[in-house]
């Protein structure tokens, strides 16, 4: 029964994180056009651009096509999209697939997250880890951007909840906090001091760091090591079949944070196996 009502509730949190997903980087990109506007002189302010006020709880979610909003009966996590045929009742035009994806991907993990912890501290916190999880995964992808928004919230909860040694203790939290920021600010800077080029993002160091605070420092070689094998994977299959560039970045964000999703589940299991194997 728990991991039923686990599961309709991350139906539920999957619908808001789609919002997440496509409202969060729309408000960054105003924020950073703010910043540098209050920047210009006095008579160049009138010539930026002015825009509706947008949170991610206003104004009401609407067709990206024709701009009619979304009643309540038509947005109902799965089912709504089954009922309209992926179409938007308005306009006709095909709703994205990963609306219904991500609902999806929520409820099951939630479901699965419930079932494994309960009604539990550690429960609580799973499903803010995997809502975070997904919620950067995508936004990644879209905009190769991971907001200090998530990151950086994610960080300090994974610290306060560690306080009474919920996935790991406290002094293994803090020093996986340092540790995975290190690890990959360090390949950062060697990758740019032997090639002249950026790497990866800083948003990428923030994340394993905020992994790190969640899990303990232990379980970050193996987030490591899942997120570059399957990375690596990735790009090398996006190459041959000359859909990406060799020059065309690929965001890391989401093969740390499916790699962090397999730790907090299996992570202790895994290196249990692998240093028995030893």
């Known amino acids: 029964m728990l991991a039923v009502a686990g599961a309709l509730f991350g139906l539920l ?3 808001f994180l789609n919002v997440v997903i496509h409202r969060l980087p729309i408000m ?3 924020d950073w056009q703010a910043q540098c506007a ?3 002189p006095e008579d160049a302010v009138a010539l930026a651009p002015t825009f509706e006020p947008l949170s991610l709880v206003s104004p009401r979610s609407r067709c990206p096509h024709c701009s009619r909003p979304i009643h309540a009966l038509e947005n109902i996590p799965i089912l709504s999209y089954l009922l309209l045929k992926g179409r938007c009742k308005g ?5 994205s697939p990963r609306y219904p994806l991500v609902e999806a991907i929520t409820g099951l993990l939630f479901g699965y997250a419930a079932w494994r912890y309960g009604m539990t501290l550690a429960g ?3 499903l803010v880890f995997i809502a975070a999880m997904i919620a950067l995964t995508f936004i990644d992808f879209d905009t190769q951007l991971l907001p200090d928004d998530i990151t950086l919230p994610l960080l300090w909860a994974g610290l306060l909840l560690n306080a009474s040694n919920t996935f790991t203790t406290l002094p293994n939290a803090v020093v996986g906090a340092a540790v995975g920021y290190l690890a990959l600010w360090s390949v950062y800077w060697l990758f740019k001091l032997v090639t002249g080029k950026e790497g990866m993002g800083y948003g990428d160091f923030k994340l394993l760091a ?3 605070a969640w899990l303990g ?3 970050l070689p193996q987030v490591i090591l899942l997120s570059s094998l399957v990375g690596a994977f990735v790009g090398i299959v996006l190459i041959v079949l000359a859909r990406h560039g060799r020059n ?3 965001p890391f964000g989401p093969y740390l944070a499916a790699a962090g999703l397999i730790a907090l589940f299996w992570g202790k299991t895994i290196n249990q196996t692998y240093l028995g194997l030893i």
């Open 38 to 40: 209050a920047l210009l």
């Open 124 to 126: 609580v916190g799973a």
């Open 28 to 30: 960054m990109e105003r």
């Open 91 to 95: 306009c006709g035009q095909a709703i």
């Open 217 to 219: 420092w232990p379980l």
């Open 210 to 212: 905020a992994i790190g």
């Open 248 to 250: 065309v970045p690929i």
């Open 13 to 15: 949190i999957g619908s």
